[in-house]
């Protein structure tokens, strides 16, 4: 995908609401946590979440997936998402994009833990 198609994807999907839902294999009835920012950075975009309590199972390498909604797109030899709705980000075993990973996952404090996700560029 061109640069500029990539970049007006990722900045439709960096518009979002303030504490989205950080899901557990994108079951809305399993929210582990939620999503306090979104940005790109020379790997790609990157989550910060923070997890409801400990006992979710999450550790560097846990896969990482985005549940959206389409608002636009172009169809030519392959579909480009330009705009979209990010509903929920959620920790899975098996992510689409094999290189979308959590790289690490840092105690905060009591019952708080961070984690810190990457999905990689092109």
Request: hydrophobic share 40%; with cysteine; net charge neutral.
């Amino acid at each position: 995908m061109p640069r500029s198609s990539t970049r007006r994807t990722r900045a439709a999907i960096l518009c979002v609401k303030a504490r989205l839902p950080l899901l557990w294999q994108h079951d809305q009835r399993r929210r582990i946590g939620f999503v306090e920012s979104l940005s790109e950075d020379a790997r790609g975009l990157r989550v910060i979440a923070q997890l409801d309590d400990d006992s979710a199972v999450v550790h560097a390498g846990s896969g990482l997936s985005f549940g959206y909604r389409v608002r636009a797109m172009q169809q030519q030899e392959y579909r480009e998402l330009t705009d979209l709705d990010l509903i929920e980000v959620s920790i899975v075993a098996t992510p689409m994009q094999p290189l979308a990973r959590v790289l690490a996952v840092e105690a905060g404090g009591p019952n708080i833990t961070d984690i810190t996700q990457f999905t990689q560029g092109e």
